[in-house]
């Protein structure tokens, strides 16, 4: 009789818990990690200038292959541009400059014109003033559409990955120039 009554006691006292556990869990969803430290997810929509013709090109021409100097492709395998390009809230390079993109293009396919990207897309205004976004990847610059891999940042995109959706809105075969729609999407924190 004693025994059957500490059984109940217990299993109350069990019962008690697992209810105190649930609404603790329901109510409490305090988060593991400070506040600051949550992740966040920021998209972002620009159009980017790449102006290699011109009188004050954005991007220039910096190494080629030997062999490939004759070469009138406008991107030749083993070639390699800097590029310093403005990023626009609209497609007019007049309209508001929000950053630049900065960094290299390599010509890195043999059998087809591939290049792979090294760019920093830093932010010149707004929130994200002084911050930036690395990207890391190929460039397929036949296609309209394309993608590149976010692959970290700076300032307020700390430890940033996501991609960049590009779309090519206009190209000029005859100097390269082109504007680039990107719709990026990053997390970060
Ligand atoms: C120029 O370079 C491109 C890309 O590497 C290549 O496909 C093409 O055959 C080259 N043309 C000449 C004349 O060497
Ligand atoms: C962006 O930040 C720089 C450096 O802190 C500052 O000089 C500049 O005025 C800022 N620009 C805008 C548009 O807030
Ligand atoms: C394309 O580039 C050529 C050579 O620089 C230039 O004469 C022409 O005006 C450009 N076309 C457009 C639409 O910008």
């Not at 102006?51 to 080629?64: D, E, K, Y």
């Not at 310093?84 to 043999?110: I, M």
């Not at 929130?127 to 309209?144: A, C, D, H, K, Y």
Request: with cysteine; hydrophobic share 40%.
């Amino acid at each position: 009789m004693k025994l059957k009554r500490v059984n109940f006691v217990c299993f109350c006292a069990l019962l008690l818990c697992m209810v105190a556990i649930a609404f603790l869990r329901q109510y409490c969803t305090m988060p593991l990690l400070p506040y600051h430290m949550l992740e966040k997810e920021t998209v972002l929509h620009f159009l980017l200038h790449d102006t290699p013709g011109g009188s004050s090109p954005s991007a220039v021409r910096v190494v080629q292959a030997n062999g490939m100097a004759h070469n009138t492709s406008l991107t030749p395998f083993g070639t390699i541009w800097v590029v310093d390009d403005p990023l626009t809230e609209g497609p007019d390079l007049k309209s508001t400059v929000v950053g630049n993109s900065r960094g290299l293009y390599v010509s890195a396919g043999q059998e087809e014109l591939m290049l792979v990207a090294y760019l920093d897309f830093g932010f010149t205004s707004g929130e994200f003033n002084g911050s930036s976004i690395s990207m890391l990847s190929r460039n397929p610059v036949t296609q309209i559409e394309r993608e590149f891999a976010a692959v970290g940042g700076r300032g307020k995109f700390r430890m940033a990955r996501g991609f960049a959706n590009l779309k090519c809105i206009f190209f000029n075969a005859s100097n390269g120039d082109s504007i680039v729609e990107y719709k990026v999407v990053v997390r970060h924190y």
